[in-house]
């Protein structure tokens, strides 16, 4: 403890003067809003970096819808679990390509960008990919359908008078739940 942090007790409960306070509210502005010039070639390579990377992110989102298949509904679960293994690794390639692309062109700031990881950013982005609305994350359930690892939801109370599935006998309707799946056509699937 400095010299002059003062420390005065109220009840018991230790309360730092309002020199410390202002101190610390002081520091904590200096290092949020830094304006060394780290601090602000820091900011100038990330808008930078974010701008160049607009049009390689936009092309790889073309490139990886192009060149990946619709998802199939009568997929194997190693036909499904290549595609995904495919879209993944052209990502990731495409990730590190576009990056060190990037990081080529010279700085408006003069400072050079700093080294980053690749690992670390793996799986927040798999997450990602794997929770949108896309055809890797539709794949992604299939596939976990396939293995039975997805979970399907017992049928309502009152499905037996509901509506029968062609071909299939009342008796087994009641047991039958409707699951909505990514692509248009909603298939019934037997609960387990």
Known sequence: MSAN?????????????????????????????????????????????????????????????????EPNYAATAFMLSMEICFQVVLVVC?????????????????VQYERINFVTPLLPMLIIFFSMHSKLATKGRMLLERLGWYPIPNAPAGAASGPTHPGIPSSSAATMTMRPTMDPVVRPMAVR
């Not at 005065?8 to 730092?16: I, K, L, W």
């Open 5 to 69: 942090t003062a420390i005065s007790y109220d009840f018991g409960t230790p309360t730092a003067s309002t020199s410390s306070t202002s101190r610390a509210l002081a520091q904590f502005a200096n290092v949020v809003f830094d304006t060394s010039f780290q601090g602000k070639a820091e900011v100038a390579n990330a808008l930078q970096y974010s701008l160049l990377a607009t049009v390689p992110a936009l092309f790889m989102s073309h490139i990886v819808h192009q060149m990946t298949p």
């Open 94 to 110: 495409a990730f590190i390509l576009f990056h060190r692309i990037i990081t080529t062109i010279p700085t408006l700031s003069g």
